[in-house]
């Protein structure tokens, strides 16, 4: 049977794997898989998301151009994805998921060549599995998350205990224009800890913990030798960190942060997209340990901000496997909501 430019395909991978750095189902819909067969135009090699433009048929007949967003530059590099492989005029066909508000969008998954190579924007199946893993017997060195208990998109509890301050934040926020990745922001603790397919590190210098991950550049110093924070402190979106260890577990109280965001996007069923805010009284509590049974690193996390919510929140948990990785620069770019790059 002849294959269309674009066609309906079952969808190769699931929607938890194809999310990006933003969340994946208020930007694309999953029930609707797409095949799209053309020659690439151009690579945008960025991060946190990369783009390529493909020319395609589309099932009118027309020649289209097609825009397609998935992983960052850094992550596709790494599994296999390369710039080079995609240089214009290359034929490709893209599986992946249809943007919810373009006809001309999509999320690609894979892509295929016209010599039969089929590559996964995930890397190829098992091949983190048939490495054998590096043993550790502390916190230190380099991590990649295994697990998470919950991620900062979808459906989030604790918008069921917020105040009236919280709820107005809430009224006042677009999710589709405020979203603070546009804008190169890290958002919040728990969105840099919980960032899919980059690695982060953690070393000590002294009397200070650094914390160093990969998505948005990101690196946190953590201060064993102080006691309280500043009172007249500046006010960021991560805060300022103090920390301490209870036998072999690094718990970090972080305060001094800035209004911001909690969750992007929060899909609540029969209600629309909307985000979760904090206040500048936002509390947070890491606590990291190190399981030698399993040779996983453990990271729970607590919030409590009596200004937007009544009661704190709970824990937000995941787990962290041992990586042979190479924190790479991630040089994000800030771009405007329709994606397209903001002129510095």
């Known amino acids: 049977m002849k ?9 190769l991978a699931a929607a938890q794997q194809a999310s990006a750095h933003h969340a994946f189902s208020p930007h694309f ?24 433009h493909v020319s395609a048929v589309d099932e009118n007949g027309l020649t289209r151009e097609y825009v397609c967003e998935s992983h960052g530059i850094t992550q596709l590099t790494r599994n296999g994805i390369r710039p080079e492989m995609l240089t214009p005029g290359t034929v490709v066909t893209l ?20 010599d039969g190579r089929v590559l996964d924007v995930n890397g190829p199946r098992g091949a983190a599995s048939s490495r054998e893993e590096t043993v550790r017997h502390d916190i230190y060195g380099t ?29 006042a926020y677009d999710p589709f224009t405020d979203d603070p990745t546009f804008r190169c922001n890290p958002v919040s603790i728990r969105r840099v800890w919980f960032a899919p397919g980059t690695p982060l590190s953690i070393s000590r210098e002294g009397d200070k913990i650094i914390l160093r991950h990969e998505w948005m550049d990101v690196v946190r110093v953590v201060h064993l030798d ?8 500046p006010r960021t979106t991560l805060g300022h960190s103090i920390g301490r260890f209870e036998g072999d577990t690094l718990v970090i109280e972080t305060a001094n942060y800035s209004a911001g965001v909690l969750a992007q996007y929060v899909e609540t069923p029969g209600k629309p997209v909307r985000g979760m805010l904090h206040s500048d009284a936002l ?48 040089g994000c770019r800030p771009e405007n909501p329709d994606h397209t790059l903001i002129e510095e």
């Open 3 to 11: 294959r269309r430019s674009v066609s309906i395909a079952l969808l």
């Open 29 to 52: 819909d999953i029930d609707k898989p797409v095949v799209i067969t053309g020659r690439v135009i151009e690579l945008e090699r960025r991060n946190p998301h990369a783009y390529l």
């Open 95 to 114: 599986r992946g998921s249809q943007a919810r508000r373009d006809p001309y969008g999509c999320f690609f998954t894979s892509i295929e060549f016209e």
């Open 143 to 171: 991590w990649m998350r295994a697990s998470a208990s919950s991620t900062p998109s979808g459906d989030q509890p604790m918008m069921n205990f917020m105040t009236p301050a919280g709820e107005a934040a809430v009224a």
């Open 226 to 233: 102080v006691a309280e924070h500043p009172a007249d402190g």
């Open 283 to 330: 509390k947070s509590v890491e606590r990291v340990r190190f399981d030698p049974e399993t040779n996983r690193l453990e990271l729970s996390i607590y919030y409590e901000d009596p200004i937007f919510f009544t009661r704190p929140f709970p824990p937000a948990t995941a787990t962290y496997a041992p990586s042979d990785l190479d924190i790479q620069p991630f």
